[in-house]
């Protein structure tokens, strides 16, 4: 991806508290990283070439590299795991293989550690629950973060929630509590940070990036009744969400919601969801937070229930 100089006042922002937040990491504790032999699926990724100039083909204001621009991958019941770049039409390329032997993978979400507008590789729990970082590539080295991650039952990376310059996670346990961990920009994380309790409510919850236009990474969660709520960030990592707000109902039509960047490359964060039948569904970002998603654009007509895990 060509990466951009000319990043606009919402991410000079964000980068502008980058190093007193890596400071303050640096004073707490990492999770202890012990041996371990259980094997790890790899996975590979091409690069998106996206330039500023070419913001005016898609009638954008915003400049790419504001929102991530990463591909979303599907990881099939065979442990096959594919990948998907934005076709610059407003949806989605044909698939390429990127990765064998995710069938025993419990979750998987990507991780951009230097801010550049991509991921670089992948945070993923194994059938044990053990919690690994590896950058993109058959060969690369897996980082062996911590044991005891078979608590959670969701896991995502929602972007820099922290206000550092790396991306961080957030994960939510059986009873419903949802934690932050800040991530270092190697792979590696802090302590965890309870966010708060009664996330159990929530059948998804997923975020990659600004949904409201004032440079923080936002989340949305899909209630048990269809309703689709939005978290807007606050960047304290403390105290990493204000109150929600109703985005819309009628969600319970989609078995899973995923966020991974910029779809339509407009420089704004966008929405992924499935329905029964297996299509798949661009919500696009507005950067408004009182409207923060466009209506719905078909753009993969079936098939896409063939995968246990997307991201």
Do not use: C
């Not at 990283?33 to 070419?54: C, H, I, N």
């Not at 194994?126 to 690369?140: H, K």
């Not at 940070?193 to 997923?206: C, L, M, P, Q, S």
């Amino acid at each position: 991806m060509a990466k951009s100089s000319g990043l606009n006042t919402r991410r000079a922002l964000a980068r502008a508290t980058a190093a007193a937040l890596t400071a303050a990491l640096v004073a707490t504790g990492a999770s202890s990283a012990v041996a371990a032999d259980e094997p790890v699926p790899t996975a590979t990724r091409p690069q998106a070439d996206v330039k500023p100039s070419e913001k005016s083909k898609f009638g954008s204001t915003a400049l790419p590299g504001d929102a991530q621009i990463n591909p979303l991958f599907g990881a099939d019941g065979n442990g096959d795991l594919w990948g998907y770049l934005p076709n610059f039409e407003g949806g989605l390329d044909s698939r390429f293989f990127s990765g064998s032997d995710w069938d025993t993978a419990r979750a998987a979400t990507q991780v951009d550690h230097n801010s550049d507008g991509e991921s670089d590789g992948l945070w993923q729990v194994t059938s044990g629950g053990q919690l690994y970082y590896g950058d993109w590539g058959i060969d690369a080295e897996h980082v062996f973060v911590g044991n005891g991650w078979k608590i959670y039952n969701q896991l995502f990376s929602g972007a820099n929630l922290g206000g550092a310059g790396a991306d961080d996670l957030l994960a939510r346990d059986g009873s419903g509590n949802l934690y932050l961990y800040l991530g270092y920009g190697n792979g590696k994380l802090t302590q965890r940070y309870k966010v708060g309790g009664g996330w159990d409510a929530y059948t998804h919850i997923t975020g990659k990036g600004d949904l409201t236009g004032d440079g923080k990474a936002d989340i949305v969660a899909k209630d048990k009744s269809g309703v689709l709520w939005l978290y807007k960030g606050t960047g304290n990592y403390k105290a990493p969400f204000s109150s929600r707000a109703r985005v819309g109902g009628g969600w319970n039509t989609y078995n899973n919601i995923v966020s991974v960047g910029d779809i339509d490359i407009d420089g704004i964060t966008d929405l992924v969801a499935r329905n029964k039948s297996g299509a798949l569904y661009l919500y696009k970002g507005t950067g408004n937070g009182s409207a923060p998603f466009s209506s719905p654009v078909k753009i993969g007509s079936g098939g896409w229930n063939s995968y246990r895990l997307m991201f």
